[in-house]
């Protein structure tokens, strides 16, 4: 199981429990008359977020569990992205739609950026939420370059 599909199954996961717990600890502090508004207030946010996080996965759930994927191909160009945990981004412009693929993974290429272009092969849900493997070939050679895929 790669990266994207552990950190899918995380944030279902952690979905299910914010909002079950959201909505047991919001029913027990307007219960008990001692909690001040502000400790309920924090229960019903927390309510909330849980119920964001599901409302974000689970329209991609089947389409996870039962493999339906959607396979992008074209002309791509790969972008790093800073911050703490090193990852990138697969961008597909010179379709009618534009279309960016985060990973978690990071390959090692010559070069990034617009100017450098690539031919990538990105499985992603139909819906193009979550992406679950790319593949990156030399766009004149179709070489493989890279892919987050265990061949």
Known sequence: MNRELILYYGI?????ITLFGGIFFTIDTWKDS???FKDKLQFIFITLLGFGLLYWTVPSLSQIVFKDYAVIKGDCYVE??????????IIFDSTEDYEDFTFQDYPELG???EDVPYFCRVISTKNHRFPISYKIYDSKTHKQLSSSEDD
């Open 12 to 16: 279902l996961i952690l979905g299910i």
């Open 111 to 113: 070069a990034y950026g």
């Open 80 to 89: 790093e992205n800073s911050g703490k945990t090193q990852s990138m981004s």
């Open 34 to 36: 001692t909690e001040t």
